[in-house]
């Protein structure tokens, strides 16, 4: 389960305007933390305590962890990344009702 923290800041319509997709394409093994919250189109990272100038909206941190909120081992981390997480394109939109 990928876990995101500290988005900063508010995510006004003005922050998002024009901005290019930062994840465009699927991937089904190898997918890190960092993957997960691109795929969410969270592509700005900053910092918990920047300097007044450098304040922006962005990722913190994030965390790929066990459903118990462990951290996984490295075998564990690899089975998620490779077996449990995938990220898929347009998913969600334009699918047909069954």
């Known amino acids: 389960m990928g876990v995101v923290?500290?988005?900063?800041?508010?995510?006004?319509a003005a922050d998002r305007a024009g901005a290019a997709l930062c994840s465009t394409v699927q991937k089904f093994s190898g997918v890190t933390r960092i993957d997960v919250a691109q795929a969410m189109d969270i592509c700005q990272s900053t910092t918990a305590n920047p300097?007044?100038?450098?304040?922006?909206?962005?990722?913190?941190?994030?965390?790929q962890r066990l459903a118990d909120g462990r951290v996984p081992n490295a075998a564990d981390l690899s089975n998620i990344q490779s077996w449990?997480?995938?990220i898929l394109k347009n998913y969600g939109t334009g699918g047909m009702p069954c």
């Open 5 to 12: 923290h500290g988005l900063r800041g508010p995510l006004a």
């Open 51 to 63: 300097p007044l100038s450098q304040k922006k909206w962005g990722l913190i941190s994030a965390t």
């Open 84 to 86: 449990q997480n995938a």
